[in-house]
């Protein structure tokens, strides 16, 4: 698995949050338009789909959960990228991608969207 990690200025808990409110999802993941679930905060097991940014709608699931801490899902039923956050401080931490070994590509798309995260962590 490859990773892609990014040190933000902001508590664990906010980091956090954007990373698993489907209503953030677009706003930081350059290749989603946007998100279909039965809630806008996931959680293990939850189930719905996405809109890719060139229009396609695929289905997801959440196959990881830990609390606080990292999530991970398949989309179309293939594993997708895992979401990690880690504690640096009061108020920095650590948001990482795991990004599948067949989709190495897909280390910029992160990039930009570890960007925006931190942008969005401001807001």
Do not use: K
Not at 49 to 56: A, F, H
Not at 74 to 84: E, K, L, S, W, Y
Not at 98 to 117: H, K, M, Q, S
């Amino acid at each position: 698995m490859h990773r892609v990690d990014r040190i933000i200025e902001a508590p664990v808990g906010v980091a956090w949050r954007i990373l698993i409110d489907t209503r953030e999802w677009p706003r930081w993941g350059p290749s989603l338009r946007a998100v279909e679930a039965p809630s806008h905060l996931i959680g293990p097991g939850m189930r719905g789909r996405i809109q890719t940014s060139v229009g396609l709608w695929l289905p997801f699931e959440i196959t990881r959960w830990e609390p606080e801490n990292a999530w991970a899902w398949q989309v179309a039923g293939i594993d997708a990228t895992g979401h990690r956050v880690d504690p640096l401080g009061p108020s920095r931490c650590r948001v990482t991608f795991e990004i599948p070994r067949w989709a190495p590509f897909y280390g910029l798309v992160c990039d930009t969207a570890l960007r925006r995260i931190e942008a969005r962590a401001w807001f």
